[in-house]
């Protein structure tokens, strides 16, 4: 079985664009979490969708946006970016509550100049 | 919230027992992850406890007491390859379900020979 995949695996923008990550889970998995990870604050959680829902959101800026679409695959988008933005972003899978173990994605490495 | 404290770096010999620990101040609980990351991947799963007590699993065990906040990892047998970030993560229970992780910053763990 596939794992997560993650696209593109790097990217480099200046500030003030936007930029659009894509995350495919594991097939059957209908849970997709998005969590930025950077060596000060380490992993921290963005939001999960679930069944094309927003389900949890974490304390990031209305900036931070995501979707998720019928076959689970997920989106996350980032607009007018700052600096402060650099960072690895990390997406998530699982099954389903009763199964909450999570399935993370090789990420996305943003580097906003 | 959530506050997760484990120790920033460790280093034991190989063929040693290591114990990571990880305590949590938490508003609620819903399980508690013990995840690996080495270096430049993703973290993968290790463990998830949500009631009190130890699961073993190969050369790794995972202890949770939840009337003290308090978890840990033993890791056996050390091999080399065990040398990674060792991440503790506390799901919340969010009234609506799913899977919102918080992250501990991590334990750096060194195996020397």
């Known amino acids: 079985k596939a794992g997560v995949t993650q696209t593109p695996r790097y990217l480099i923008k200046t500030r003030g664009q936007q930029v659009t990550l894509s995350c495919s889970p594991i097939?059957?998995?209908?849970?997709v979490s998005w969590y930025q990870q950077t060596p000060g604050q380490g992993l921290q959680f963005l939001f999960e969708?679930?069944?094309?829902?927003?389900?949890n959101k974490g304390n990031f800026p209305g900036r931070f946006s995501g979707r998720q679409f019928s076959n689970s695959r997920s989106e996350m988008n980032v607009s007018t970016l700052e600096l402060g933005d650099s960072a690895l972003y990390l997406c998530?899978?699982?099954?389903?509550?009763?199964?909450?173990?999570?399935?993370f994605g090789p990420g996305t490495r943003l580097t906003v100049l | 919230g959530q506050n997760i404290d484990q120790p920033t770096e460790m280093t034991a010999t190989e063929g040693a027992i290591v114990q990571i620990n990880c305590t949590y101040q938490?508003?609620?609980?819903?399980?508690l992850f013990w995840y690996q990351q080495h270096a430049g991947e993703a973290p993968t799963f290790l463990s998830y406890?949500?009631?009190?007590g130890l699961e073993e699993k190969g050369r790794f065990s995972s202890f949770l007491s939840r009337s003290k906040g308090y978890s840990y990892l033993l890791l056996k047998e050390l091999q080399m390859k065990d040398s990674a970030s060792y991440l503790c993560?506390?799901?919340?229970?969010?009234?609506?379900?799913?899977?919102?992780?918080?992250f501990g910053t991590g334990t750096q763990l060194k195996v020397e020979l």
């Open positions: 097939s059957g998995h209908r849970s």
């Open positions: 969708y679930f069944s094309e829902t927003q389900r």
């Open positions: 998530a899978s699982s099954l389903s509550e009763d199964f909450p173990e999570q399935f």
């Open positions: 993560a506390v799901r919340d229970p969010v009234g609506g379900g799913g899977n919102k992780l918080t």
């Open positions: 406890n949500v009631l009190d």
């Open positions: 938490t508003s609620g609980f819903n399980g």
